[in-house]
């Protein structure tokens, strides 16, 4: 027996559809199922690793396509891999109560191993563990957001800690070389984004071991490769401040 599936209809299945309503329209997009907020947190780039199909549609289940006036009314464009990453990065994720619930206590347990990883004591200068993290979490009532990144809500959660807890991100050790041209007026440039300077030690160039902000390296980074035209280097020793022995592989 013959089935007739009209050309504007696609089936699919085991399929994860991200809906987004645009222009007084509703969009959808048919997904991998765990593939989105792999794609939301960056783990995966590849958009062909997390589409079934390059196609817009209306209602996925029905395997309804969206019209390309629709499409270019709503969205500006007519170019679906666009329009899906739009979909894919705003739209919110259809699951089920259970898929739902399971998933963010995966995004909870995710962001607090993040904030572990990034945070120290600053008093004892060593880290925090995970379940401790998870239960100061508990304790301020954060609630997890399905469609942000864990990183984006680990740095949230940072800053709501630090309001009911000594805790601050890790620092970066980094070893400095600048050029003995520059050294003089590049350090006086670079004083504001150091937390503190361990060592100086200048020869024919000015060697600095340094601790930063991790959020400060691309500014960092920038300034010497510009101030000394590729001459200075920067080398990262540490991506945590703790106690010798405490370092994990």
Request: charged content about 35%; aromatic content about 4%.
């Amino acid at each position: 027996m013959s089935i007739f599936t009209p050309t504007n209809q696609i089936r699919l299945t085991n399929v994860a559809v991200v809906r987004m309503k645009k222009g007084g329209k509703r969009f959808e997009i048919a997904c991998y199922k765990n593939k989105v907020m792999s794609w939301r947190s960056g783990a995966e780039k590849d958009l062909d690793e997390v589409l079934q199909t390059h196609s817009v549609f209306v209602n996925v289940s029905k395997g309804q396509v969206a019209k390309k006036d629709d499409l270019t009314n709503a969205f500006g464009t007519d170019d679906l891999t666009e329009i899906c990453k739009q979909i894919l990065t705003k739209g919110e994720l259809q699951v089920s109560d259970k898929e739902r619930q399971s998933q963010l206590e995966t995004m909870f347990r995710d962001i607090a191993t993040t904030v572990a990883e990034k945070c120290v004591n600053p008093e004892t200068k060593r880290p925090y563990t995970v379940n401790l993290i998870e239960r100061a979490m508990k304790d301020i009532h954060y609630s997890v957001k399905a469609n942000k990144s864990t990183k984006q809500q680990a740095l949230e959660v940072i800053r709501q800690l630090k309001e009911t807890m000594e805790i601050q991100r890790a620092h970066m050790r980094l070893r400095l070389m600048l050029p003995a041209k520059e050294a003089k007026r590049l350090k006086e440039k670079l004083k504001p984004l150091l937390q503190v300077v361990e060592s100086e030690d200048f020869d024919e160039n000015l060697e600095m071991v340094c601790l930063v902000d991790p959020g400060c390296f691309r500014e960092i980074d920038e300034l010497i490769r510009c101030e000394t035209k590729g001459r200075g280097s920067l080398e990262v020793l540490s991506l945590r401040d703790v106690e010798e022995g405490d370092e994990k592989l």
